[in-house]
T-cell receptor, first 113, second 116 residues
Framework: GENVEQHPSTLSVQEGDSAVIKCTYSDSASNYFPWYKQELGKRPQLIIDIRSNVGEKKDQRIAVTLNKTAKHFSLHITETQPEDSAVYFCAASLGDTGNQFYFGTGTSLTVIP | GAVVSQHPSRVICKSGTSVKIECRSLDFQATTMFWYRQFPKKSLMLMATSNEGSKATYEQGVEKDKFLINHASLTLSTLTVTSAHPEDSSFYIC????????????FGQGTRLTVV
């Protein structure tokens, strides 16, 4: 199956700074890459996703980039706010019929006021 | 977004008993549901994929006889942990999609299972 690696495992930034989380995947057939935010004790929520025919996607302060050749994708959060503090998971999906998501190991982001 | 409801949110059971966890899509038909296990401060580990009306596909290393998955309707999937042991204590979470490739998955709120 797919193997997704995520770095860093923990990240602390000052409020207003940017945060970058990086993921790599192993299966070149993967073509859908969502990012989830999970607050403590809550379910993961999709914050942004990107498909293999797109190199970059942006939604307000959040952006995701994809490099299919290198098999890596990144999440960028600009102008971070304390409410951005959470665990972020990247995922990769083969997206055929099963749409299984294989998750990265997670990044615990802390935004320091 | 769509709503996925998981029940119960917490359960404590004795070692050797079985526990059933339900995952329901409330406002859409979930052709595919996924079951994950999450250890403290760890990522979500995919256990199995279930499609309505067919047998679940288990990930390598997951015992299908221990974790019974049933997806009898387009709105309900169940995970039964059979003969639970303390090492089965974990956070179990389901997700569901309405079908098709590259569609968003919606997560249930999770079930905290504690086996004593």
């Amino acid at each position: 199956g797919e193997n997704v690696e995520q770095h860093p495992s923990t990240l602390s930034v000052q409020e207003g700074d940017s945060a970058v989380i990086k993921c790599t995947y192993s299966d070149s057939a993967s073509n859908y890459f969502p990012w989830y935010k999970q607050e403590l004790g809550k379910r993961p929520q999709l914050i942004i996703d990107i498909r293999s025919n797109v190199g970059e996607k942006k939604d307000q302060r959040i952006a995701v980039t994809l490099n299919k050749t290198a098999k890596h994708f990144s999440l960028h959060i600009t102008e971070t706010q304390p409410e951005d503090s959470a665990v972020y998971f990247c995922a990769a999906s083969l997206g055929d019929t099963g749409n299984q998501f294989y998750f990265g190991t997670g990044t615990s982001l802390t935004v320091i006021p | 977004g769509a709503v996925v409801s998981q029940h119960p949110s917490r359960v404590i059971c004795k070692s050797g008993t079985s526990v059933k966890i339900e995952c329901r899509s409330l406002d859409f038909q979930a052709t595919t549901m996924f079951w994950y296990r999450q250890f403290p401060k760890k990522s979500l580990m995919l256990m199995a994929t279930s499609n309505e009306g067919s047998k679940a596909t288990y990930e390598q290393g997951v015992e299908k006889d221990k974790f019974l998955i049933n997806h009898a309707s387009l709105t309900l999937s169940t995970l039964t942990v059979t003969s639970a042991h303390p090492e089965d204590s974990s956070f179990y979470i389901c997700s569901a999609t309405s079908g098709g490739a590259n569609t968003e998955a919606f997560f249930g709120q999770g079930t905290r299972l504690t086996v004593v």
